[in-house]
């Protein structure tokens, strides 16, 4: 069974400009959670993604946006980048049987670490 | 507002030693409860939950977890460290129900660290 696995393991931007990271979920998982962690920090919720749909979103803003493919793989996309961007970017993924539960353990990856320069 | 709170930014004890790691919750109704642990370069790993029932719950690594709703406290607990266990320890809470919340609120971390 393949864990989570994201890519890149670290990148470095500039401000202004876009990035995406990507996210293989479990085998057999069809949820994909997105957090950031700032150094220091316990993780936010950015957005989740059920069956391709976003499935609820925290406190972030519309520069902040997502994808989730047919294979349940997911993309993070963050567009105009501010320095306090930079971040652990974590993804988590669960099998979710209805899209409405709040309890399906979550696996983590091992996180993206983004500068933003 | 909801919000999770753990009061040890930094731990130290010795090899052999017990453990307690605080945290507090404020939340509506009791949510479902979670300790996760990380460590340098790897994701974030499960280590005990509560949803309901017993409200002492075992983990892995030989962790336990006691829920006491009187305290709003869900409070990790090991009877004897080892030295791998040196990690940031995470408490985070759900909502009990589905819908548009079903995201993990996340305390601070309380970073731990092992004497030999």
């Known amino acids: 069974e393949t864990g989570v696995t994201q890519s890149p393991t670290h990148l470095i931007k500039t401000r202004g400009q876009q990035v995406t990271l990507r996210c293989s979920s479990q085998s057999g998982h069809n949820t994909v959670s997105w957090y950031q962690q700032a150094l220091g920090q316990g993780p936010q919720f950015i957005f989740q993604?059920?069956?391709?749909?976003?499935?609820g979103r925290g406190n972030f803003p519309p520069r902040f946006s997502g994808l989730q493919f047919p294979n349940y793989s997911s993309e993070l996309n963050v567009n105009a980048l501010e320095l306090d961007d930079s971040a652990l970017y974590l993804c988590?993924?669960?099998?979710?049987?209805?899209?409405?539960?709040?309890?399906?353990?979550?696996?983590f990856g091992p996180g993206t670490r983004l500068t933003v320069l | 507002a909801q919000s999770v709170t753990q009061p040890d930014i930094h731990i130290t004890v010795s090899e052999g030693a017990s453990l307690e790691l605080r945290c507090n919750y404020s939340y509506g109704a009791t949510p479902y409860l979670f300790w996760y642990v990380q460590s340098p370069g790897q994701g974030l790993q499960l280590l005990l939950k509560?949803?309901?029932?017993d409200t002492l719950v075992q983990g892995i690594k030989g962790f336990e977890a006691e829920f006491k709703r009187s305290q709003s406290s869900f409070n990790l607990r090991k009877p004897s460290v080892h030295w791998s266990d040196a990690a940031e320890y995470f408490c985070a809470v759900s909502p009990p129900f589905g819908g548009n919340n079903r995201k993990l609120i996340w305390g601070l971390g309380t970073s731990l660290a092992v004497n030999p």
């Open positions: 509560y949803f309901s029932g």
């Open positions: 993604y059920y069956r391709e749909e976003e499935n």
């Open positions: 988590a993924s669960s099998f979710d049987s209805s899209g409405t539960s709040g309890y399906n353990e979550q696996f």
